[in-house]
Structure formats: C-alpha cells, structure tokens
C-alpha cells in the first residue's frame, strides 16, 4: 500500500515536472514571437494540469491560450478557450480574473462581427 502511494506521488511529481517544462516552453516561444509554437505547448502543459486537477494553473493556461489566439485573430478559437476560463474563474471564485475574462470575452465577440455574447449568434 506504502509503495503504491510512493509510486503515485512520483508519477504526480513527474506529471507537474512535464507540465511545468511545457508552460516554461510556452513562454519562451512567446517571448520569440512564436505564438502557433507556443499555443501548442501550453495545450500540452494544460493536459497535465488537467490531470492533476490544478484548477488554478488550469484557469492561467486557459486565459493564455486565448489571449495568444487573439494576438493572431482567431477570434473563435480565442473564445473557445477564454468561455472555459470564465467558468473555471468562477468555480474559484476569482472574480477579479472573472470580470477580466469578460471583458476580453466581450472584445472577441465585437471583433467576430457584433455577436451577441450569450448565445454566440449575430445581433441584429
């Protein structure tokens, strides 16, 4: 049973290590002006979040992941990662960071051509 545990908290260990290399990936690749490259490793870093079920980090790659699609004015893609964020900045109950992701929620949807933020479709 102890080596059970022991095995488990390696894997967790190994998961955030391979999580936190991605994230760091990310960064760099931003900081070259590499978005699409850094998009792909924070996907990957946030699959390892996922699994550890760190809801925070969770919430910061969301946010990122969106914000770097909008640098690159995919503006769907940009509120296919910013709504999750929103909802995950509620279940911590980060309003701050909530009321942020609304208002860059709130830019996509007028950069997608005036579409209304609820349901998604164009106003009239």
């Not at 990310?26 to 924070?42: L, M, T």
Request: glycine share 6%; net charge neutral; charged share 35%.
């Amino acid at each position: 049973r102890q080596r059970q545990m022991c095995i488990r908290d390696r894997l967790k260990g190994l998961i955030l290590f391979v999580g936190s290399s991605y994230n760091g990936l990310g960064h760099v690749f931003v900081k070259k002006e590499k978005i699409p490259e850094a998009i792909d490793c924070y996907l990957k870093a946030l699959e390892n979040y996922r699994e550890l079920e760190d809801h925070e980090k969770q919430l910061e790659l969301l946010v990122g992941i969106g914000l770097n699609h909008y640098k690159l004015e995919q503006w769907e893609k940009t509120t296919e990662y910013l709504l999750p964020a929103l909802d995950t900045a509620k279940y911590l109950e980060n309003r701050k960071e909530e009321v942020q992701i609304l208002i860059d929620l709130a830019e996509s949807y007028e950069k997608l051509g005036k579409k209304d933020s609820k349901t998604g479709k164009r106003a009239n």
